[in-house]
């Protein structure tokens, strides 16, 4: 993901792996939310930057196809640069939406930036004690490996809610949200699938099927967040999944050595990336993609595919963060082998 040069420094420090797959993120018990039901409350908050007035009107509207009642933050329309507010208004926003009682779903209205800058100031405590389904994606990943780590509570890894809520997308909302389907096989969406091209072809990396419990999200946050206490951490037997948008192979090529040199990737169970919309080879000379994804991830040990339906594309499904999964590469499919709710 295109980033700024805010975040394009940060040292890489080497982290552990120690936990073995179980129900535990860090010491903390896997918390499941609450499944939605039609009519039920969504706050529509604005954590990284700001949206403007047709993305809040897409995102009341796709919420209320859903059948919710969407409520903005009060600070969700705040504009303050290239963040949607200041610090303490989104943190607010963060809070509020966890802690009132009649708010039952938290979702973003768009990624962009500015997630990780808040990240030590929010309330850990009130988010565990108040578990709710958590949605966004991209700049969003950084809130969901915080609330991962320090509560363990499953967020989802999906649309925001300024998407396009196509068929595919809605589906796995659905399947997610609110009438889970378990086993549920995902496989890639049909419209991807007929674009042909290279971007978002499928293709297998290294052979296998693995089973762990899911985490990851965009790179250019798992990177970024290397050295923190927010860090990609307690791998060991994990399906991790990978996506971004817009990035050159040389800039991907340096972010997966990066992420390389700060976790240990051979402890995974398996790694699943998404479609790399705009990350095209500048030229015929350079690397493409698929040869930087080769030459970083195909001397793993474990099963590795390209291209499934995920990342900054229409057709996404959605990932529960910490549960369980089986990723196939013979078949192209990830399959939900529990619910994310309750």
Sequence with gaps: MKRRDLIKGVAVLPLLATTTLSQKTASHKLIKPKRLKKGDTVAIIAPSSGADEKQFEKAIQNMTDLGFKP??????REIN???AGTDEQRIADIHW???DKEIDAVWCVRGGYGLSRILPKIDYALIRKNPKIFMGYSDITALHLAIHENTGL????????SSTYADYPKKYVINT???PVVPDKIEPSPD???????????????????????IGGNLSLLTALAGTPYALRNIKGKLLFIEDVGERPYRLDRMF??????????????IALGIFEGCDAPDAKSQTVIDVVKDQ????GIPVIYGLSFGHIRDQFTFPLGVQAELDTGNSTMTLLESGVV
């Design 257 to 270: 050595t990066q992420l390389k040199q700060s976790v240990n990737l051979k402890e995974l169970a398996g």
């Design 71 to 76: 409520i903005l933050g009060k600070y969700a």
């Design 154 to 161: 499953v967020t989802f890894h999906g649309p925001v809610a």
């Design 81 to 83: 640069g290239f963040l």
């Design 297 to 300: 991830l195909g001397g793993l």
């Design 192 to 214: 991807n699938v007929a674009k042909g091209t290279l971007l978002y072809k499928t293709q297998v990396i290294t052979s296998g099927k693995a089973r762990g419990r899911l």
């Design 97 to 99: 939406a966890f802690s």
């Design 177 to 179: 949200l609110i009438t």
